[in-house]
């Protein structure tokens, strides 16, 4: 056998190894599904549009609202620890969930900038292929535009953070109004809490950067410190203050599976969220150790807040979870007063 051929056998062998391996990054781990019994006799059981049946007159900070966390990592490289999903946006919305975390950088081309939807130094693409394109902010954009035209009583808050730091922030504000302005009735990008009147059929844009641009147009500011200790803290949540609104966080985003449920459960026991005061409440964690697995973690945590009993008629904030599924949307906003 000649080294010409030799080689073209070792080569192909090595090639086929890597792309076996980065399938299995890309693609992660099995699906997993949790299981709970729910009363779906409720008129509100429909996920696509539950707040229907919620007053025009509650605001939006005292809706328990169902969210999910890095919204649109998906389909994305080395799924076992960046993957947070396992269904598309326009999915998660018709499942009932009213809060999508997106994070973004700036992706240069010749043909102008854009916003691509990234988690940490990984980026998400439109499907689960080797060689799909980016995710970006517009294909994000198109679904939930699609969602609100067939159910204009619903609305979504859409919290956007700069995921990358030398990233400009003037520049993703200005690709970002960009989007807004050519879309405008789509969206409600004051800075004070709506109510729930105001906002259907609305994206209510909130925004984990300064304006730096200086173009007012940073929608609900909710900036809050990293919160990546792994040693346990007396009180989980903290509090920011800006001239709008009050905000209680809990993302406590590398505790064990014990530690992230008490943390959860501690903000649902103190949860301050009334007419001018949001409480974030994120369930998700990638663990305490050097490896993240979001969905190891979420089969442990989402079937923990399934038995834990939610009281009716009361407000819990907005809850925050990876691998959201419909039954667990339903768990969380069924805590509304309808």
Same mark, same amino acid.
């Given at each position: 056998?000649?080294?010409?051929?030799?080689?073209?056998?070792?080569?192909?062998?090595?090639?086929?190894?890597?792309?076996?391996?980065?399938? =299995?990054?890309?693609?992660?781990?099995?699906? *997993?599904?949790?299981?709970?019994?729910?009363?779906?006799?409720? %008129?509100?059981?429909?996920?696509?549009?539950?707040?229907?049946?919620?007053?025009?007159? =509650?605001?939006? #900070?005292?809706?328990?609202?169902?969210?999910?966390?890095?919204? =649109?990592?998906?389909?994305?490289?080395?799924?076992?620890?960046?993957? @947070?999903?396992?269904?598309?946006?326009?999915? %998660?919305?018709?499942?009932?969930?009213?809060?999508?975390?997106?994070?973004?950088?700036?992706?240069?081309?010749? /043909?102008?900038?854009?916003?691509?939807?990234?988690?940490?130094?990984?980026? @998400?693409?439109?499907?689960?292929?080797?060689?799909?394109?980016?995710?970006?902010?517009?294909?994000?954009? =198109?679904?939930?535009?699609?969602?609100?035209?067939?159910?204009?009583?619903?609305?979504?808050?859409?919290?956007?953070?700069? /995921?990358?730091?030398?990233? #400009?922030?003037? /520049?993703?504000?200005?690709?970002?109004?960009?989007?807004?302005?050519?879309?405008?009735?789509?969206?409600? *990008?004051?800075?004070?809490?709506?109510?729930?009147?105001?906002?259907?059929?609305?994206?209510?844009?909130?925004?984990?950067?300064?304006?730096?641009?200086?173009?007012?147009? *940073?929608?609900? %500011?909710?900036?809050? %410190?990293?919160?990546?200790?792994?040693?346990? *803290?007396?009180?989980?949540?903290?509090?920011?203050?800006?001239? #709008?609104?009050?905000?209680?966080?809990?993302?406590?985003?590398?505790?064990?599976?014990?530690?992230?449920?008490?943390?959860?459960?501690?903000?649902? /026991?103190? @949860?301050?969220?009334?007419?001018?005061?949001?409480?974030?409440?994120?369930?998700?964690?990638?663990?305490?150790?050097?490896?993240?697995?979001?969905?190891?973690?979420?089969?442990?945590?989402?079937?923990?807040?399934?038995?834990?009993?939610?009281?009716?008629?009361?407000?819990?904030?907005?809850?925050?979870?990876?691998?959201?599924?419909?039954?667990?949307?339903?768990?969380?906003?069924?805590?509304?007063?309808?």
């Amino acid at each position: 056998m000649s080294k010409g051929r030799v080689f073209r056998i070792i080569s192909g062998a090595m090639i086929a190894v890597i792309v076996v391996i980065l399938i =299995a990054l890309f693609v992660g781990d099995d699906d *997993t599904s949790v299981n709970v019994d729910i009363d779906m006799s409720k %008129q509100y059981a429909d996920t696509a549009n539950w707040m229907s049946y919620l007053s025009d007159s =509650a605001y939006l #900070s005292e809706i328990t609202l169902p969210g999910t966390h890095d919204s =649109a990592a998906r389909n994305i490289l080395f799924g076992y620890a960046a993957r @947070c999903q396992d269904t598309s946006i326009n999915q %998660q919305l018709v499942n009932g969930y009213r809060y999508l975390d997106l994070r973004v950088a700036v992706d240069e081309s010749s /043909e102008g900038n854009k916003l691509k939807l990234v988690h940490g130094i990984f980026n @998400c693409h439109k499907d689960s292929s080797l060689f799909s394109d980016y995710l970006y902010l517009q294909d994000i954009t =198109a679904d939930i535009y699609k969602f609100l035209e067939y159910q204009p009583q619903e609305t979504v808050v859409v919290n956007i953070k700069i /995921e990358k730091a030398d990233d #400009s922030v003037a /520049e993703v504000q200005k690709l970002l109004s960009e989007e807004i302005k050519s879309n405008r009735d789509y969206w409600y *990008t004051d800075s004070q809490i709506p109510t729930l009147g105001e906002v259907r059929g609305k994206i209510v844009l909130a925004t984990r950067f300064e304006d730096k641009a200086d173009i007012q147009m *940073t929608g609900l %500011q909710m900036l809050w %410190q990293d919160q990546n200790n792994t040693i346990p *803290t007396d009180i989980p949540y903290e509090l920011y203050v800006n001239d #709008s609104f009050r905000l209680w966080v809990q993302d406590r985003y590398k505790y064990s599976v014990e530690n992230k449920y008490e943390a959860l459960v501690d903000g649902l /026991e103190n @949860c301050e969220a009334d007419t001018n005061t949001f409480f974030l409440n994120f369930l998700s964690t990638a663990g305490d150790g050097k490896i993240g697995h979001p969905r190891g973690y979420a089969s442990s945590l989402n079937d923990l807040l399934l038995e834990y009993d939610l009281k009716d008629n009361t407000s819990y904030g907005i809850i925050i979870v990876d691998f959201g599924t419909p039954d667990l949307a339903r768990h969380i906003y069924y805590t509304n007063a309808f």
